[in-house]
C-alpha cells in the first residue's frame, strides 16, 4: 500500500510537470512536451489512474467479481496523483509564466461545456491512454508521441491533467466556482474509466 501510494505520487508530479509545459505553450508543441509525463509513468512503473484503470482485475481468478475492491484501488491511486499534481501546482506560483491565466482558461473551457458533455468527451482519452500504454508495455513507446498530444488537440479531458490545471488556477476563481467544478470533476473521472474499459466493455477476453 506504501509502495502504491508512493508511486502514484511520483506519477502525479510527472504529470503536473507535463501539464506546466503544456500551459507554457499551449500549441502542438506544449501538447508533445506533455508526453514527458506518460514516458515517465510507462518508463519507472509508476501508478497512475488512467494508466491502471484499463488493466485493474476486475475478477479474481475464480472468476467472482471484484469490482468494489478494484474501485477501491483506483481512487486510492487517484487521491494520490492528485496529490502529486497539488505539489506542482503550488510550485508553480512561483513561476513568473502566466501559467494561471492558460488553466484558467481551460477551466473555462470545461465548465462552459458542462459535466455531462466534459464526461463524455472525457471517454476518448481513457480510450487512447489504455491503448498508448498497451503499445508501450509491448515496447513501442512511440505511440506515446502520438496519443497524448491527439487526446489534447481533441479537447479530451485527462482528470489529472485537468486537476493540475485547476489547482493552478488563480484561488479567486476556483473558490468562485468551486461548487461547478465539484459536479464537473467527478464526471471526468468516470468518463476516463469508461475510455479506459471500452476494450473490455465491447471485445472482453474469453
Not at 40 to 52: D, E, I, P, R
Not at 83 to 89: I, P, Q, S
Request: charged fraction near 10%; charge should be positive; hydrophobic fraction near 50%.
Amino acid at each position: 500500500m506504501q509502495k502504491t501510494f508512493r508511486s502514484s505520487i511520483i506519477s502525479g508530479i510527472a504529470v503536473g510537470i507535463a501539464g506546466w509545459g503544456y500551459l507554457a505553450y499551449k500549441d502542438i508543441v506544449g501538447a508533445v512536451l506533455f508526453s514527458f509525463g506518460l514516458l515517465t509513468v510507462v518508463n519507472y512503473k509508476l501508478k497512475l489512474y488512467t494508466g491502471t484503470a484499463g488493466f485493474v482485475a476486475l475478477r479474481d481468478e475464480a472468476g467472482r467479481s471484484r469490482w468494489m475492491k478494484a474501485i477501491g484501488e483506483l481512487l486510492f491511486i487517484l487521491f494520490a496523483n492528485v496529490l502529486g499534481c497539488m505539489l506542482v501546482a503550488l510550485l508553480s506560483r512561483c513561476s513568473p509564466l502566466s501559467l494561471g491565466e492558460s488553466a484558467q482558461a481551460i477551466l473555462e473551457g470545461r465548465l462552459a461545456l458542462g459535466p455531462v458533455r466534459a464526461g463524455l468527451l472525457a471517454i476518448g482519452c481513457g480510450f487512447i491512454m489504455t491503448t498508448v500504454v498497451t503499445f508501450a508495455r509491448e515496447g513501442k513507446p512511440l505511440a506515446l508521441l502520438f496519443g497524448v498530444p491527439l487526446f489534447i488537440n481533441c479537447g479530451f479531458p485527462h482528470c489529472l491533467a485537468d486537476a493540475f490545471y485547476y489547482m493552478t488556477v488563480p484561488f479567486s476563481y476556483t473558490s468562485a466556482h468551486f461548487a461547478d467544478v465539484a459536479i464537473l470533476y467527478p464526471c471526468l473521472v468516470v468518463g476516463n474509466f469508461i475510455g479506459c474499459n471500452l476494450y473490455r466493455f465491447i471485445c472482453p477476453a474469453k
